[in-house]
């Protein structure tokens, strides 16, 4: 499985690092590192350059969206052409998260598998099917295939990267329930939570892609228009989130007591606000008439720099059907095909094909996604010493799991 450098003193493991959307990952194939359960978690969590929450000793950013893995390899599957399982590896604490999927990831999954012999096609336009094996739920991504690899140059722009390349379309029709089993685990489209100093917040709780809770954003006391810099200097703010976090992941079935879920990544609050003028980071100023809401998304005690992939397709379900937080907010509350909406880095189109239905755990999609684009970085190996993996103590968050972390409070 793996090879020994001249000392003996550290193991080496091929490793691909891929920017797929606004995140970067470290790839690998599944039968070249150990398999989960035998060693898996130490290893990545080693890879990485844990324990240090800033990863100066590894192939970690320090950040959550680029400190992540994508372990790829061929699909037993009739109907999938790849398996794929998504870690996230969270900087700030010792946890291994396998219990959801990152889209922007995702978008890599393409390029890694053609490069690494897992799937061959012709040339053309290919529809690939991508068994996500965190969420059991079925992917697909639309790639430009040229010499059995996936074409990286071309005209299409995201916010939040520099430059374009080709784009990558990932459909997540397939997606709805991954964390619940529901698109809308209360069996309601808008819940109250009541706070724990008195006041009362209504919150959309969608689990579509990922799960995601949603509230006005006046509701935590902001008025949308703030930048990342003023939103990330308001420590109360992340403490009345951490508290809607919890009680939403309590609502949803998550965790039994709402505490356990304070500092955890799921489900991340969206604060939304209806379309207006405003500067997204890089100076660009986005008019009201370019989209149709505004999400920023706040992640444990921090601001999402843009926005999550799978959350883009949950808010994009969640505004398609009345009565939710988003849907209310919009001017026109009908999504035929397309629906844009602001983020601090700029704006996101998606393609929505909604069905709906008078009961809302009914609804379904034809299509539901959002273009990308993705780069190979480097193609290298990387070094781990085995002393250091042995050693390193980690928390697990397995698939379709509880997500509360072991020794935080109890019910009150």
């Given at each position: ?37 035998h ?11 844990k ?6 000793d590894?192939?970690?950013?320090g950040?959550?969206w ?16 790849i ?30 598998a ?9 040339d ?51 997606t ?6 529901k ?45 990342l ?10 403490d ?20 356990d879920?304070?500092?955890w ?24 008439a370019?989209?149709?809401?505004i999400g ?18 949950c ?10 937080i ?7 509350r009908d ?77 009150s």
């Amino acid at each position: 499985m793996s090879k020994f450098d001249t000392n003996n003193e550290q193991m080496i493991f091929p490793v691909t690092i891929i920017r797929g959307g606004t995140s970067r990952g470290l790839f690998f194939v599944a039968d070249e590192i150990p398999e989960m359960g035998h060693g898996q978690e130490q290893f990545l969590a080693a890879v990485m350059g844990k324990p240090d929450p800033l990863e100066v000793d590894g192939l970690g950013g320090g950040q959550f969206w680029n400190s992540k893995v994508a372990i790829v390899g061929r699909s037993q599957r009739r109907d999938a052409d790849i398996d794929y399982t998504f870690v996230q590896v969270e900087p700030l604490t010792d946890t291994l998260d396998y219990n959801a999927n990152c889209g922007n990831v995702s978008a890599g999954v393409p390029l890694f598998a053609l490069d690494r012999g897992l799937i061959t096609l012709p040339d053309g336009q290919h529809e690939l099917r991508i068994w996500n094996t965190n969420t059991q739920k079925l992917l697909y991504a639309e790639v430009m295939i040229k010499n059995n690899s996936a074409v990286v140059a071309g005209d299409y722009v995201i916010s939040g990267i520099p430059g374009s390349g080709s784009k990558i379309f990932m459909d997540f029709r397939d997606t709805v329930g991954p964390a619940t089993g529901k698109m809308f685990p209360t069996g309601r489209v808008k819940d109250r939570v009541i706070m724990e100093d008195g006041t009362e917040v209504f919150v959309t709780i969608c689990d579509v892609s990922n799960i995601v809770a949603y509230v006005h954003a006046g509701a935590v006391g902001c008025s949308g228009r703030e930048t990342l810099y003023e939103l990330n200097a308001r420590h109360e703010l992340f403490d009345r989130c951490a508290e809607i976090r919890g009680k939403a992941a309590m609502l949803a079935g998550l965790v039994d007591c709402w505490q356990d879920a304070r500092e955890w990544f799921l489900p991340p609050v969206c604060m939304v606000t209806g379309a207006e003028t405003y500067t997204a980071s890089d100076g660009t100023v986005v008019e009201r008439a370019q989209c149709s809401l505004i999400g920023k998304l706040v992640v444990v005690r921090g601001m999402h720099p843009t926005f999550m992939g799978t959350g883009s397709c949950c808010f994009a379900a969640a505004a398609a059907v009345p009565g939710t937080i988003p849907n209310d907010l919009m001017p026109k509350r009908d999504i035929r095909s397309s629906f844009v909406f602001g983020h601090p880095g700029g704006v996101m189109p998606m393609e929505v094909g909604v069905v709906l239905n008078d009961q809302c755990n009914r609804i379904s999609f034809k299509r539901l996604g959002f273009g990308r684009t993705a780069r190979k970085i480097a193609e290298c190996s990387v070094y781990v010493r085995p002393d250091i993996m042995e050693n390193l103590k980690v928390s697990v968050v397995l698939p379709n799991s509880k997500i509360g972390l072991p020794g935080q409070a109890a019910c009150s």
